[in-house]
């Protein structure tokens, strides 16, 4: 798929901007500080619903404005479809498509795209929540009624948690009486059905690993992802213990021991809420042990086979490919191999500082970003 035209009124340092985007390698170029990363970032927010740089929806919003826009219209086989977003400084942000009022949670049904920054390093190197939110984020592409379940899951440990911490002051018997079994039942069935399909898309996801990364580091050092499920995680085997079947057991006769010590901590133990994803390259860990290049490399290969897998198995066919400031950060030929791999997807966006940092084999339609504006080179 791709975006054919964009268009963003207050949102971060611009005004308002309008540009039509081609198929294929989209450059825009400038000196930091002007604005690519701010473009990239307002397309990437349409897939994602949420910034790669920030938590707060409010920096999106241009400094002094109540509101920021983002309008898209995006393109997949012959369906065009409208997007809009409206950023509300105070109050909900709202949500269009083709002009009719829609959920923001819905987006992942119309478009996706998959972002490749230099804070993807946080992936291997960062907290567990970001390992996690990157598969849930590629499951959710696959499978948009997960949006659904993520959220009602969250709902649910909050619930849970703020029910836990009121029964800490509470006698036995009224424990006992609470309806903490109630969300005891919610939880578990959303855990069975997240946990589910975090394994089933690791699983199709390995394999695209292991050839990205061969193909990006130029080596074979056997990449490896699997889910450490947090109900099993003090025993070596981690997830190969995980069947559908006994897990809702397991977690809920987990849960029933813990009872205790959950409301002692006023907080729920166990569930998706608590699991990672474990990297290893030649069977080690690469959190503490990969190298930097060795780091960027299963990156690339991460998101290089995220990107692939959307290509074979969405109805969206290819996601749109966004380079935000990646190819300064690597070495000659890590570029080359990246570039190479990217371009049989239908539109790559890539930002740079300056030209020298593209790769040869790097073609396309450019813009130049300054303060604020962006125009066709
Ligand atoms: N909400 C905002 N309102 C106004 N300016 C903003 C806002 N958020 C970021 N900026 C400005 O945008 C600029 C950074 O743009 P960015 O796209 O990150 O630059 P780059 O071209 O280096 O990628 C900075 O000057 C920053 O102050
Ligand atoms: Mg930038």
């Not at 709202?94 to 972002?115: H, M, T």
């Not at 190969?240 to 029933?256: G, H, P, S």
């Not at 539109?347 to 300054?370: H, K, R, Y």
Request: proline fraction near 3%.
């Amino acid at each position: 798929m791709r975006v054919q035209n964009l268009s963003v009124t207050d949102f971060r340092n611009y005004g308002q901007a309008s540009l039509t985007l081609d198929a294929g390698v989209t450059i825009f170029l400038g000196p930091n500080g002007q604005g690519k990363t701010n473009i990239v970032e307002a397309i990437h927010y349409l897939s994602s619903l949420s910034s790669h740089r920030i938590s707060q929806d409010v920096a999106l919003i241009k400094k002094g404005a109540e509101q920021g826009i983002i309008r898209a219209n995006v393109v997949s086989a012959d369906r065009s479809i409208l997007l809009e977003v409206e950023l509300n400084k105070s109050g909900r942000n709202r949500a269009q498509v083709n002009q009719n009022s829609a959920r923001i949670r819905d987006f992942p049904r119309y478009f996706s795209a998959v972002l490749f920054a230099p804070e993807d390093l946080q992936l291997v190197r960062g907290e567990p929540e970001l390992r996690r939110n990157f598969i849930d984020d590629i499951v959710v592409a696959f499978a948009p009624r997960m949006a659904g379940v993520y959220a009602d899951y969250d709902r649910v440990i909050k619930q849970r948690n703020t029910l836990l911490k009121s029964l800490r002051a509470v006698s036995a018997r009224a424990r006992e009486t609470s309806t903490l079994d109630l969300w005891d039942e919610k939880l578990v069935s959303l855990a069975v059905e997240i946990t589910d399909m975090r394994i089933r898309l690791l699983e199709r996801l390995a394999p695209l690993v292991v050839e990205n990364y061969r193909e990006i580091a130029g080596v074979d050092q056997h990449p490896n992802l699997q889910l450490k499920v947090s109900l099993y995680a003090d025993n070596e085997q981690g997830t190969t213990l995980f069947a559908a079947n006994t897990f809702a057991q397991d977690l809920t006769a987990r849960i029933a021991t813990s009872r205790a010590n959950e409301i002692e901590r006023g907080s729920s133990l166990f569930g998706p809420h608590r699991d990672d994803v474990v990297f290893e390259l030649n069977d080690l860990p690469t959190k503490g042990y990969a190298s930097h290049g060795e780091t960027w490399s299963f990156v690339l290969a991460l998101k290089l086979a995220s990107a692939e897998l959307l290509k074979v198995a969405s109805p969206l066919g290819d996601p749109v490919i966004i380079l935000d400031d990646v190819f300064a950060e690597l070495d000659v030929a890590r570029r080359k191999r990246l570039a190479q791999r990217i371009q049989s997807f239908e539109q790559c966006l890539i930002t740079c500082a300056v030209a020298e940092d593209l790769p040869e084999a790097i073609d396309g339609q450019i813009f130049v970003v300054s303060a604020g504006t962006v125009v066709p080179a």
